[in-house]
């Protein structure tokens, strides 16, 4: 029988620890999350490879070190109220969830959204809200959010979730092409018009869809 506890630990201390992550909070995390809950049957025994993982209405559910970059950039804590746009299969919400004490997270397809729904329920992460709508409006009744996480990339940071963090509060977003290349950024508000921005390194992202990306 397949040892996932097994293979959670190796992938959290070779393939997240190994690469330089040091969170605490992050390490933890996914060291809790059971990344084989989030894929289909098929491929489970593949949930602790470091790749994505393709998912239904052809999209896949991220690298485990491209979440935890993310995560550790958002520097997200245990009193943090944090935005996620694009949930996917809900394993990055998941993560955030045993780390902030509220998590939001928006869906666009519906199909996605459901089952993501159904496994928080499954696993008892209460702390998570879902909502199938267009991320790029972000969830305004909700904030203002100490970080927002985008799973997507855009050519430029919707101003709506730019509006939504608070001042100190971390944008972490894919920018760049969809053919092209694309880096991963990080957003910090210093004021309600100022951000100081950080590349993250490259990375590649499905595009940001909505009226407002």
Request: hydrophobic share 40%.
């Amino acid at each position: 029988m397949f040892d996932f506890v097994r293979a959670r630990k190796r992938m959290v201390d070779v393939d997240i620890t190994g690469r330089g992550i040091s969170s605490h909070h992050v390490l933890q995390a996914m060291q809790k999350v059971p990344r084989e809950q989030f894929v289909d049957a098929w491929l489970k025994e593949s949930a602790y490879e470091d790749r994505p993982l393709p998912i239904a209405e052809g999209q896949t559910i991220s690298q485990p070190y491209i979440v935890a970059v993310m995560l550790e950039a958002a520097d997200i804590k245990p009193e943090s109220r944090v935005l996620e746009i694009g949930a996917g299969s809900g394993y990055a919400a998941a993560v955030m969830s045993r780390i902030a004490e509220q998590v939001y997270t928006i869906e666009r397809h519906a199909v996605l959204g459901e089952s993501a729904r159904k496994r928080f329920e499954k696993l008892d992460y209460d702390n998570i809200q879902l909502r199938i709508d267009d991320g790029t409006k972000g969830w305004p009744e909700a904030g203002p959010f100490d970080a927002i996480i985008v799973a997507a990339s855009g050519q430029s940071a919707p101003q709506a979730l730019k509006e939504q963090l608070k001042i100190g509060g971390r944008l972490i977003i894919p920018l760049g092409d969809e053919f092209q290349s694309q880096e991963l950024v990080r957003m910090i508000r210093i004021n309600k018009v100022r951000f100081d921005e950080e590349s993250l390194g490259a990375v590649r992202f499905v595009p940001l869809l909505g009226k407002r990306g």
